[in-house]
């Protein structure tokens, strides 16, 4: 029965994330994005994680996306402006590191295969999420505010018109 | 319900101060007249004062469920990085004054990045590590951009957010990895579940990954691309802050998780890090060699000692460490230290960056150019400066570890021979004979500058003369680095006791 | 297993069929009332009293031709009529409309699937429908639609955190994410007052969310045209037009479950207070589009960031504090 949802998903967040790289309309990649974070959010209903899963959605889907949408139709890139320069040796390189990294990670991964614990009563509900950020990570769930706090300075900051007669570097 | 565990708050508070003087400092802007501006300074440097000292004082404890621990490195690594930030708060106003900059966010701004750095120092679990990571990183990244007028800050901007967000993702799915090889992010607890059972592959990949995140920030080769680009991009106060506050952030880090939580199976990782090191030391000093731009030539500069601290890392002897936390507290004087004086000077509107800029120095303004030789002379590590000492102590423990050690010692005095001769030629320029009027400096030395021109594009201002600009912030900057690089380097037993203190955990 | 199944399957039929119908029927309800507002008798032509107008309707749209502008990005084109849609429908599987029921002597919850993060899945499928006013909006290729689109995903951004504050205050007091407790613990007193900021915030966001007057600014025709559908016709146009409508009905059986008590009232059976309460929501959402003037751009985005929107935090932590005070 997991298997039965997990494979799907899986398969179609590999695609997304295929789409996403190989589209040639920035659009296009951000609908690919969706389709990636979607099938996540379905990997993590089979994992017991319902309220991880629908923030997931509320979060990238319903917010993060949208702002890339919303930017790309601001700048109105229509017909995917290719790379300016090409860089075929640079290209390959990357392919090599890209299929070592999977590589690694694959063996990393099958290596790690055991008997998976049993999901305790009550996992990945709100209040299990809640506990866990307010008792176990309350320190880095605060320190999530000032990062926060910090981005916001920093779009005030960046999105001012610069001063006037500056060192005009 | 659950009940939610008691929260410390006291053993949080130096943290506490600087959050609290940041946001001050972030509001107070909205309402002091322009010409006020100064106090914001003051108040940022005061607060990094009392929080260091507050620091000093308050016991060992852990807290917040095992997440946060203040201990001798927690301690030794927030003197650290508050000492950097106030220095860097202190080289800042002349600048920004300078190019209408002058806003309370920049001063915000690098107090945030230095609690991040304060809570890398004292994180015990890799979440709390991560998020302490990306608040010293996100303002370091705006702080590169904060060059408004400029392209070239935009530029390196971008290209440290792009490239830091990458690392980041690294550091992120290591720590999932060590997560789903040990159930755990806690570190005692990963360093046990580590020792209990043979290495998996899982767990190394994900150890390596980790690597790579905190290689990032500290500019280690080959995880160093974005440094000159960026440090050149950005305006020079903040780049002289960024070149020292990463690197405490993340060589105090590397302490925290190698030596201290992994020292059991330090075979498994001793070779990986002293082979960084090796390529780190040759690759930033030989880069360094061929620069024109006295920001680049910092920058691989920076690199190279990046390669010397992790020396001391990868040896992991108590020795050992306790010679990076001095070599850090040095490092963060003479490198700061170095961009201050070129903060002073000015060309045409635009930063003096290239290297024959400083040629006569020394007539116009003696102090600032033996201040500026000092720094060098430090920075290639000679005596009788900090540099020097600090050098010796982590070369020195390097040789007692054993023949890899010894290695790493050797690769390590023959690349610091060869940083003597890119150093010393800024010492000389910046004591040799103004050029005469009419003359530009490119002209005069031989050499075609094409890509300092091509550095200020447009600026028409190559053959403008280099103006001094000092004020008493700037001036007490450089003073107080030059003291300390050379208290360092004469009566070193007096900042020994911070090092002595992490050296004493490992024991 | 395969009973749960075949159970579900109908349940979800009934609900679809019924949703649908009640959309068909919202059209001919506003046009009538508006009609009413402005002393005109609005269709009453086909079938008794207009009755079967909605049906005359559904058939043009259906036969009528499906085009698609040159210039314009097939896949994406075709696509966003469907999310738009799908995603307004798929709400309505974890709506309660009603008390468990019993029939044929065995229990039938009035809800296809009472999940414990029911409200949180309605926000996020509404944060879904997006996509499809931003990206038919962005595959037309003409300025209007695209100016509708973007108007459009800036406010229902903004919106949604309204939106999501208020619903935030509601599930505090309710201690939990299930549409169906949240009814049940509103059995004494409804939530609208005891969380009266929360209800007007909530109302606010709703009309809003929907994009409907006074705003109504993405689709504002003396401007746009008709926003991001105006290259639509045919049945594309009739999935967007379908998915506005259903979304007013979420939006009111959204405010009757969480404000005014669900199916909780005297003498009616349970499903016909849920009914009375959303067509109240409709009745009003009607009575703002025929009395009050569309606001403007600026003033729509400044409404929610600095007003609405600290309310709303502002709201919450009195919620919060008092909840604590009280020792919950």
Same mark, same amino acid.
């Given at each position: 029965?997991?298997?039965?949802?997990?494979?799907?998903?899986?398969?179609?967040?590999?695609?997304?994330?295929?789409?996403?790289?190989?589209?040639?309309?920035?659009?296009?990649?951000?609908?690919?994005?969706?389709?990636?974070?979607?099938?996540?959010?379905?990997?993590?209903?089979?994992?017991?994680?319902?309220?991880?899963?629908?923030?997931?959605?509320?979060?990238?889907?319903?917010?993060?996306?949208?702002?890339?949408?919303?930017?790309?139709?601001?700048?109105?890139?229509?017909?995917?402006?290719?790379?300016?320069?090409?860089?075929?040796?640079?290209?390959?390189?990357?392919?090599?590191?890209?299929?070592?990294?999977?590589?690694?990670?694959?063996?990393?991964?099958?290596?790690?295969?055991?008997?998976?614990?049993?999901?305790?009563?009550?996992?990945?509900?709100?209040?299990?999420?809640?506990?866990?950020?307010?008792?176990?990570?309350?320190?880095?769930?605060?320190?999530?505010?000032?990062?926060?706090?910090?981005?916001?300075?920093?779009?005030?900051?960046?999105?001012?018109?610069?001063?006037?007669?500056?060192?005009?570097? | 319900?659950?009940?939610?565990?008691?929260?410390?708050?006291?053993?949080?508070?130096?943290?506490?101060?600087?959050?609290?003087?940041?946001?001050?400092?972030?509001?107070?802007?909205?309402?002091?007249?322009?010409?006020?501006?100064?106090?914001?300074?003051?108040?940022?440097?005061?607060?990094?004062?009392?929080?260091?000292?507050?620091?000093?004082?308050?016991?060992?404890?852990?807290?917040?469920?095992?997440?946060?621990?203040?201990?001798?490195?927690?301690?030794?690594?927030?003197?650290?990085?508050?000492?950097?930030?106030?220095?860097?708060?202190?080289?800042?106003?002349?600048?920004?004054?300078?190019?209408?900059?002058?806003?309370?966010?920049?001063?915000?701004?690098?107090?945030?990045?230095?609690?991040?750095?304060?809570?890398?120092?004292?994180?015990?679990?890799?979440?709390?590590?991560?998020?302490?990571?990306?608040?010293?990183?996100?303002?370091?990244?705006?702080?590169?951009?904060?060059?408004?007028?400029?392209?070239?800050?935009?530029?390196?901007?971008?290209?440290?957010?792009?490239?830091?967000?990458?690392?980041?993702?690294?550091?992120?799915?290591?720590?999932?990895?060590?997560?789903?090889?040990?159930?755990?992010?806690?570190?005692?607890?990963?360093?046990?579940?580590?020792?209990?059972?043979?290495?998996?592959?899982?767990?190394?990949?994900?150890?390596?990954?980790?690597?790579?995140?905190?290689?990032?920030?500290?500019?280690?080769?080959?995880?160093?691309?974005?440094?000159?680009?960026?440090?050149?991009?950005?305006?020079?106060?903040?780049?002289?802050?960024?070149?020292?506050?990463?690197?405490?952030?993340?060589?105090?880090?590397?302490?925290?998780?190698?030596?201290?939580?992994?020292?059991?199976?330090?075979?498994?990782?001793?070779?990986?890090?002293?082979?960084?090191?090796?390529?780190?030391?040759?690759?930033?000093?030989?880069?360094?060699?061929?620069?024109?731009?006295?920001?680049?030539?910092?920058?691989?500069?920076?690199?190279?000692?990046?390669?010397?601290?992790?020396?001391?890392?990868?040896?992991?002897?108590?020795?050992?460490?306790?010679?990076?936390?001095?070599?850090?507290?040095?490092?963060?004087?003479?490198?700061?230290?170095?961009?201050?004086?070129?903060?002073?000077?000015?060309?045409?509107?635009?930063?003096?960056?290239?290297?024959?800029?400083?040629?006569?120095?020394?007539?116009?303004?003696?102090?600032?150019?033996?201040?500026?030789?000092?720094?060098?002379?430090?920075?290639?590590?000679?005596?009788?400066?900090?540099?020097?000492?600090?050098?010796?102590?982590?070369?020195?423990?390097?040789?007692?570890?054993?023949?890899?050690?010894?290695?790493?010692?050797?690769?390590?005095?023959?690349?610091?021979?060869?940083?003597?001769?890119?150093?010393?030629?800024?010492?000389?320029?910046?004591?040799?004979?103004?050029?005469?009027?009419?003359?530009?400096?490119?002209?005069?030395?031989?050499?075609?500058?094409?890509?300092?021109?091509?550095?200020?594009?447009?600026?028409?201002?190559?053959?403008?003369?280099?103006?001094?600009?000092?004020?008493?912030?700037?001036?007490?900057?450089?003073?107080?680095?030059?003291?300390?690089?050379?208290?360092?380097?004469?009566?070193?037993?007096?900042?020994?006791?911070?090092?002595?203190?992490?050296?004493?955990?490992?024991? | 297993?395969?009973?749960?199944?075949?159970?579900?399957?109908?349940?979800?039929?009934?609900?679809?069929?019924?949703?649908?119908?009640?959309?068909?029927?919202?059209?001919?309800?506003?046009?009538?009332?508006?009609?009413?507002?402005?002393?005109?008798?609005?269709?009453?032509?086909?079938?008794?009293?207009?009755?079967?107008?909605?049906?005359?309707?559904?058939?043009?749209?259906?036969?009528?031709?499906?085009?698609?502008?040159?210039?314009?990005?097939?896949?994406?084109?075709?696509?966003?009529?469907?999310?738009?849609?799908?995603?307004?429908?798929?709400?309505?599987?974890?709506?309660?409309?009603?008390?468990?029921?019993? *029939? @044929? #002597?065995?229990? $039938?919850?009035? =809800? &296809?699937?009472?999940?414990?993060?029911?409200? %949180?899945?309605?926000?996020?499928?509404?944060?879904?429908?997006?996509?499809?006013?931003?990206?038919?909006?962005?595959?037309?290729?003409?300025?209007?639609?695209?100016?509708?689109?973007?108007?459009?995903?800036?406010?229902?951004?903004?919106?949604?955190? *309204? @939106? #999501?504050?208020? $619903?935030?205050? =509601? &599930?505090?007091?309710?201690?939990?994410?299930? %549409?169906?407790?949240?009814?049940?613990?509103?059995?004494?007193?409804?939530?609208?007052?005891?969380?009266?900021?929360?209800?007007?915030?909530?109302?606010?966001?709703?009309?809003?969310?929907?994009?409907?007057?006074?705003?109504?600014?993405?689709?504002?025709?003396?401007?746009?045209?008709?926003?991001?559908?105006?290259?639509?016709?045919?049945?594309?146009?009739?999935?967007?037009?379908?998915?506005?409508?259903?979304?007013?009905?979420?939006?009111?059986?959204?405010?009757?479950?969480?404000?005014?008590?669900?199916?909780?009232?005297?003498?009616?059976?349970?499903?016909?207070?849920?009914?009375?309460?959303?067509?109240?929501?409709?009745?009003?959402?009607?009575?703002?589009?025929?009395?009050?003037?569309?606001?403007?751009?600026?003033?729509?985005?400044?409404?929610?960031?600095?007003?609405?929107?600290?309310?709303?935090?502002?709201?919450?932590?009195?919620?919060?504090?008092?909840?604590?005070?009280?020792?919950?």
């Amino acid at each position: 029965m997991e298997w039965a949802v997990f494979l799907p998903a899986a398969a179609l967040a590999v695609a997304g994330g295929i789409g996403v790289v190989a589209a040639r309309q920035p659009v296009h990649s951000a609908i690919a994005l969706l389709i990636v974070l979607a099938s996540l959010a379905v990997t993590y209903l089979v994992l017991a994680a319902q309220f991880v899963a629908v923030l997931q959605v509320i979060i990238y889907a319903g917010a993060i996306v949208v702002l890339f949408l919303f930017v790309i139709m601001l700048l109105n890139v229509r017909s995917g402006e290719g790379p300016a320069v090409k860089l075929p040796r640079q290209a390959v390189a990357a392919a090599a590191v890209a299929a070592g990294y999977l590589a690694a990670l694959l063996v990393a991964a099958l290596g790690a295969a055991r008997p998976f614990p049993a999901v305790p009563q009550g996992f990945g509900t709100a209040q299990a999420v809640g506990a866990a950020l307010l008792a176990g990570y309350l320190l880095p769930f605060e320190l999530a505010a000032v990062i926060m706090l910090v981005g916001i300075v920093a779009a005030v900051l960046l999105g001012r018109r610069p001063p006037a007669g500056g060192e005009g570097r | 319900m659950t009940s939610i565990p008691p929260v410390p708050l006291g053993l949080l508070a130096p943290e506490l101060v600087v959050l609290a003087v940041a946001m001050v400092v972030l509001l107070a802007d909205l309402w002091l007249p322009p010409a006020r501006r100064g106090l914001l300074v003051v108040a940022a440097v005061a607060g990094a004062v009392a929080a260091a000292w507050l620091g000093l004082g308050l016991p060992d404890g852990v807290g917040f469920a095992g997440t946060y621990v203040r201990d001798g490195l927690t301690r030794a690594g927030q003197t650290l990085a508050l000492a950097a930030t106030a220095l860097g708060l202190l080289v800042a106003p002349e600048y920004l004054r300078r190019g209408g900059l002058d806003r309370g966010e920049y001063y915000f701004l690098v107090l945030v990045a230095g609690l991040g750095a304060m809570l890398m120092a004292a994180s015990r679990d890799l979440l709390l590590l991560f998020l302490a990571l990306e608040t010293l990183s996100v303002p370091l990244y705006v702080l590169a951009a904060t060059g408004r007028g400029s392209v070239r800050s935009q530029e390196a901007g971008i290209k440290y957010f792009l490239l830091g967000a990458f690392a980041s993702a690294f550091f992120l799915y290591g720590v999932a990895l060590v997560y789903g090889t040990t159930g755990t992010t806690r570190l005692p607890e990963i360093g046990a579940a580590f020792s209990a059972q043979p290495v998996s592959a899982s767990a190394a990949a994900g150890v390596g990954l980790l690597v790579i995140g905190l290689g990032f920030k500290a500019a280690l080769v080959p995880f160093h691309t974005w440094a000159p680009d960026v440090y050149e991009g950005a305006p020079f106060p903040a780049a002289a802050f960024m070149s020292v506050v990463a690197k405490i952030g993340a060589f105090v880090a590397l302490v925290r998780v190698f030596p201290m939580t992994l020292g059991a199976l330090a075979l498994h990782w001793s070779a990986l890090l002293g082979a960084l090191a090796v390529l780190t030391m040759v690759v930033g000093n030989l880069a360094a060699l061929l620069q024109t731009s006295y920001k680049r030539m910092l920058a691989y500069s920076s690199i190279a000692h990046a390669g010397y601290l992790l020396v001391g890392v990868a040896v992991g002897t108590p020795q050992a460490v306790g010679a990076v936390i001095t070599y850090l507290l040095v490092y963060a004087a003479m490198g700061t230290g170095a961009f201050a004086v070129a903060i002073a000077l000015e060309r045409g509107g635009a930063e003096a960056d290239r290297i024959d800029d400083y040629a006569g120095l020394s007539a116009r303004a003696p102090l600032l150019a033996v201040a500026g030789g000092l720094f060098m002379v430090s920075l290639a590590g000679l005596p009788p400066t900090g540099g020097f000492m600090a050098k010796l102590g982590v070369f020195l423990a390097a040789a007692d570890a054993g023949l890899p050690g010894v290695i790493l010692a050797l690769v390590g005095f023959l690349t610091s021979v060869v940083s003597v001769y890119y150093y010393l030629r800024v010492a000389y320029v910046m004591f040799s004979p103004a050029p005469s009027a009419g003359v530009t400096p490119a002209q005069r030395s031989g050499v075609v500058h094409a890509d300092a021109t091509a550095i200020a594009p447009g600026s028409g201002t190559a053959g403008a003369a280099v103006r001094l600009h000092a004020s008493p912030l700037l001036n007490l900057a450089v003073l107080v680095a030059a003291a300390a690089v050379i208290q360092t380097g004469i009566l070193p037993s007096t900042v020994a006791a911070l090092g002595a203190q992490v050296a004493a955990l490992l024991r | 297993m395969v009973e749960a199944l075949l159970v579900a399957a109908v349940k979800s039929a009934v609900m679809l069929a019924l949703v649908l119908t009640v959309c068909a029927y919202m059209t001919l309800f506003e046009r009538r009332l508006i009609a009413g507002f402005q002393l005109r008798y609005g269709p009453n032509r086909v079938g008794p009293a207009g009755l079967l107008q909605p049906f005359a309707d559904a058939v043009k749209l259906i036969f009528k031709e499906s085009f698609r502008p040159a210039g314009a990005d097939p896949l994406v084109y075709w696509i966003a009529p469907g999310i738009a849609m799908i995603t307004a429908l798929f709400v309505y599987a974890v709506i309660p409309l009603g008390p468990t029921l019993t *029939v @044929l #002597g065995r229990p $039938v919850p009035l =809800v &296809v699937a009472d999940v414990n993060v029911g409200i %949180l899945l309605v926000l996020g499928a509404s944060s879904i429908g997006v996509y499809g006013i931003i990206l038919g909006g962005w595959a037309a290729n003409s300025k209007y639609a695209l100016m509708g689109s973007l108007r459009s995903s800036a406010q229902v951004l903004s919106y949604e955190l *309204v @939106l #999501g504050l208020a $619903v935030a205050s =509601v &599930v505090l007091s309710a201690g939990t994410l299930s %549409l169906v407790e949240i009814v049940n613990a509103q059995q004494r007193v409804w939530f609208a007052v005891t969380q009266p900021v929360a209800f007007v915030l909530f109302l606010l966001g709703a009309i809003a969310e929907t994009g409907r007057a006074p705003f109504d600014l993405p689709e504002s025709e003396q401007e746009l045209i008709a926003g991001y559908q105006t290259e639509y016709g045919g049945f594309n146009f009739a999935m967007f037009y379908v998915g506005e409508y259903v979304g007013i009905v979420t939006m009111g059986l959204l405010a009757a479950n969480l404000f005014l008590g669900g199916w909780h009232g005297p003498l009616l059976p349970g499903p016909v207070w849920v009914a009375v309460k959303t067509l109240a929501f409709a009745f009003f959402a009607v009575w703002l589009r025929a009395t009050l003037p569309r606001v403007r751009q600026d003033q729509l985005m400044a409404l929610s960031w600095k007003v609405l929107i600290e309310i709303g935090f502002l709201n919450l932590l009195v919620t919060a504090a008092i909840l604590a005070w009280r020792g919950g």
